[in-house]
């Protein structure tokens, strides 16, 4: 279980996250949606440490997140990564098995196995010797995909990572997602579309600032949670 207690975050004097507090069980997917500036990469940041706290408290199975991790995988929005810098897909995902193996010792052989694994789970295992910069948006996000899961780890934050990518794209995501549901891992997604990929969620977090709604589908999207957060109808949005 994860479990965040009263996360606030400011910036210049006012409050870009509010007090939100949440929990979330083992084998989920959660999708965080909200308007734009909502606070939803903030939120997911701050979580991890990379971003100082006014105030909050955030646990994984117990156990303080920012103690363990080694146990914890994410992959930013794609605006936030160099794309030229200098490295091919296979040394990107083997980025993820650093920590296990050192900086300066050769990767074991289980390491070498879990990259290729992950790469030939996201079909990129054909362009692991490509430049990054030279593939696709799609195909950019598949790698970091691959990069989480060559990590191993029991926790996966995921911020937009359906924007700028193809519909292939789309449903490899997808079906890694609910694969590491059934292993019973834990996923937090940060999604900007509220169309039919809402469904694939369990929960979803309806976030502007402070948490506005958790639960179904059907127990956020009411029409005061939406008018709240976005500050118009659901039926103006359908449109």
């Known amino acids: 279980m994860i479990e965040v207690e009263n996360l606030s975050v400011r910036y210049r004097g006012s409050y870009a996250l509010q007090g939100v507090s949440f929990n979330l069980d083992s084998g989920q997917i959660a999708g965080v949606i909200g308007p734009n500036g909502a606070g939803k990469s903030t939120m997911v940041k701050a979580m991890l440490g990379l971003i100082p706290v006014v105030s909050g408290v955030v646990k ?7 103690r363990i991790l080694s146990k914890t995988a994410y992959v930013p929005q794609r605006a936030n990564i160099d794309w030229d810098y200098p490295t091919t897909v296979w040394d990107v995902v083997m980025m993820a098995r650093t920590v296990k193996t050192g900086l300066f010792r050769q990767p074991s052989r289980m390491s070498i196995e879990l990259a290729a694994a992950a790469l030939e789970k996201v079909g990129m295992a054909e362009l692991k010797g490509r430049q990054i910069g030279e593939l ?3 195909q950019q996000q598949r790698v970091f995909i691959a990069r989480a899961l060559a990590k191993q780890a029991d926790l996966f934050l995921f911020d937009e990572p359906f924007t700028g990518v193809d ?4 449903n490899v995501i997808f079906q890694v997602f609910q694969e590491l549901k059934s292993e019973g891992k834990t996923l937090l997604v940060i999604n900007h579309d509220l169309g039919e990929t809402l469904n694939y969620y369990d929960k979803l977090l309806l976030l502007n600032k402070e948490l506005i709604a958790l639960g179904s589908k059907n127990e956020v999207f009411t029409p ?16």
């Open 167 to 170: 519909k292939k794209t789309e």
């Open 224 to 239: 005061s949670n939406i008018q709240q957060a976005y500050g118009m109808s659901l039926g103006f949005m359908g449109k």
């Open 136 to 138: 696709s948006g799609g």
């Open 60 to 66: 994984f199975n117990g156990q303080l997140l920012q």
